[in-house]
């Protein structure tokens, strides 16, 4: 501990290991410092990516309770779910520009405000007399679409301006997971909370006190977007490149493009499995309370798998095999659901697929934000990370609306749980793993590429200095 009450560490980053070269003699003196304040702006971003998260998938574990408290069709509601990918869509490129120009700081608080007001107005819209229950829930919904995008990205960006390269991928997969980790709370909150129409209201209240607690933490407690001194080499050119001259590397990025469309796919099963879980199970008479459990293993296994996988990752920077083998087992997952889903009185069956599935896919998710970054450096990591999932958002739509339109009315069901209209869905089911594991092929056959970043910051950690033979000492001091 230095006399300014620091905790320094010497801290040697071996590339060599990732590069393939030999341990090279480092020269000139390297320090960088990280501040604790990270791991509340870490928090702060994780309560964001949560509350939104819940706001997204409010509807989708009671659908049928919920159209018939909004007097929609199945169709209106699953509206409410994508809503969220139409509005990220054309925004998508205004807050990659927003969080590598204007900063974390402006991009954070102003996606808080908007996830609480689109989570009051959802509430305050079935209030008495509630003569606009629909458009208002709709109105509040479109709200928190705004927000996704300003929240959903960060992460990469978070992770490269506050943390170590150390500790990059970790904190990519706690942001990132906290998402899905909202998803799980939807799964298991609205179930229990709207067990009935009636209670739709209380539903919509208990997810915006949450929303705007979070929004208070973020208005007063982020007062930078940046710390004072970078924690790497790579924070220290972070968004080097403009805006416009980014979008023009990554379009001629081969590997970037591969990436961008093959595990865009990869996000937009995992959006039609979460959005339409419980259509899904409802018609072999599994119930509301089981499709939850299902969307919560789903959820819980795919977290635990990215905690491991992330620590993995930060010591071996392995990012290419990590994300090629767990996109190939998801996408076995898929197949495998693909069957199981339509068999009756398979409930072990669908739980422990379901599990796989979110084990092997969500697992990826930061990996493959990560290696966006890699395959695209100098370019900023909310443009290449952002683009990603901009993409996913694309093909979610499709998806969604190309399922749907794929379903079959059923005349008689007698083990339907659904409640309403019931609805076939082998066709959808067969065309998702279908696409799933077209995808997925392409990405395993043609994906190739170098670690830009890593080979960067190994440069800056071990470059030659003209006329310098001072021999390094590469630190990390934590303040």
């Given at each position: ?25 480092p ?40 159209g ?31 969080l590598?120009t ?27 007399p ?84 979070t ?21 220290e ?8 001259q ?47 459990l ?5 959820i ?9 996988v ?41 739980a ?18 990560e ?73 395993l ?35």
């Amino acid at each position: 501990m230095d006399a300014g009450g620091e905790t320094t560490s010497d801290i040697r980053t071996v590339y060599g290991a990732v590069s393939g070269k030999p341990n090279l003699e480092p020269t000139g003196l390297l320090c960088f410092k990280v501040y604790k304040r990270r791991w509340f702006v870490l928090l702060v971003l994780c309560l964001l990516n949560c509350s939104n998260a819940t706001l997204w998938l409010t509807f989708a574990p009671v659908a049928h309770q919920s159209g018939q408290y909004l007097t929609v069709s199945l169709e209106g509601i699953n509206w409410l779910s994508l809503v969220f990918m139409v509005v990220a869509i054309p925004l998508s490129f205004g807050t990659t520009w927003m969080l590598d120009t204007l900063g974390l700081r402006i991009t954070l608080i102003l996606g808080s405000w908007l996830n609480m007001l689109g989570a009051l107005l959802r509430f305050l819209g079935t209030l008495p007399p509630a003569r606009f229950k629909f458009p208002a829930v709709m109105l509040g919904q479109t709200l928190g679409a705004l927000a996704q995008p300003l929240i959903i990205f960060a992460p990469t960006k978070l992770a490269a301006l506050w943390f170590p390269d150390s500790q990059r991928a970790t904190a990519n997969m706690i942001a990132s997971m906290s998402n899905p980790l909202g998803i799980l709370l939807a799964n298991i909150i609205s179930p229990v909370i709207a067990e009935t129409s009636a209670q739709i209201p209380k539903l919509l209240l208990a997810y915006a006190v949450p929303a705007c607690i979070t929004c208070l933490l973020a208005t007063v407690g982020i007062r930078s977007g940046k710390p004072p001194t970078p924690p790497s080499a790579g924070a220290e050119s972070s968004g080097s490149e403009p805006f416009i001259q980014g979008l023009k590397l990554l379009l001629r990025n081969k590997a970037y493009l591969i990436l961008q469309l093959c595990f865009g796919s990869g996000i937009a099963v995992f959006t039609c499995f979460s959005t339409l879980l419980d259509q899904i199970l409802c018609v072999k008479g599994y119930s509301n309370d089981f499709a939850g459990l299902c969307g919560a293993l789903f959820i819980v296994f795919g977290i635990v798998g990215a905690g491991a996988v992330g620590v993995y990752v930060d010591k071996t920077k392995k990012f290419t095999e990590v994300t090629k083998i767990g996109l190939g087992l998801s996408t076995l997952s898929c197949i495998a659901f693909s069957v199981v889903s339509l068999m009756p009185h398979q409930k072990v069956a669908v739980a422990v697929v379901c599990s796989l599935f979110g084990f092997f896919g969500f697992s990826i998710y930061p990996v493959a934000m990560e290696l966006s970054v890699e395959s695209s450096y100098p370019v900023g990591e909310a443009t290449s990370a952002g683009l990603i999932f901009a993409s996913g958002q694309v093909q979610s739509v499709v998806y969604i609306v190309l399922l749907q339109a794929l379903t079959k009315p059923i005349t008689e069901s007698p083990l339907s749980t659904c409640g309403d209209a019931v609805l076939s869905w082998k066709v959808p089911m067969v065309v998702m793993a279908g696409l799933s594991s077209f995808f997925t092929c392409c990405f395993l056959v043609f994906f190739q590429t170098r670690y830009r970043r890593l080979e960067a910051e190994e440069q800056a950690a071990y470059g030659t200095r003209e006329n310098n033979d001072t021999t390094t000492s590469y630190q990390i001091v934590e303040n």
